[in-house]
């Protein structure tokens, strides 16, 4: 059963803008393993955009926002050996949807020259 759906969509230049402009805030958003990816990869803005759009997109299926103190970097999004985005939670968001019953998660991430997208689908079995 589908628990939520989210969806966000970002103009990638914003974020690389903030990422360099605002001291420190790469740490807060992005945790160091989706740092160590992005930074790899030759136009990494897109990649941080994909992610941060993912974050966003989770926080809407789970239907809070960021009510309840969450944080971005509880919410991981790592590419397995196929490529394949894959969403790993930390701490409140983690317990958020240990107690809701959620447990399948999808993650579908996109990009072009200006745009990132994500989409987020949580099942509740």
């Not at 790899?40 to 789970?62: G, N």
């Not at 930390?90 to 447990?103: A, L, R, Y």
Request: glycine residues 8%; charged residues 30%.
């Amino acid at each position: 059963m589908v628990f939520g759906i989210g969806t966000d969509i970002i103009e990638i230049q914003r974020v690389e803008e903030k990422l360099r402009r605002t001291k420190g805030l790469k740490k807060r958003v992005f945790t160091p393993r989706e740092i160590a990816y992005c930074e790899s990869k030759a136009k990494s803005a897109q990649h941080f955009a994909a992610r941060f759009a993912a974050k966003e997109a989770f926080l809407k299926a789970i239907g809070t926002g960021w009510r309840g103190g969450y944080r971005f970097v509880d919410i991981e999004i790592l590419n397995n050996e196929q490529g394949k985005p894959e969403l790993l939670l930390q701490g409140k968001v983690k317990s958020f949807c240990e107690e809701n019953g959620i447990t399948g998660f999808h993650v579908s991430l996109s990009h072009i020259k200006e745009l990132a997208k994500a989409v987020v689908v949580l099942e509740k079995h």
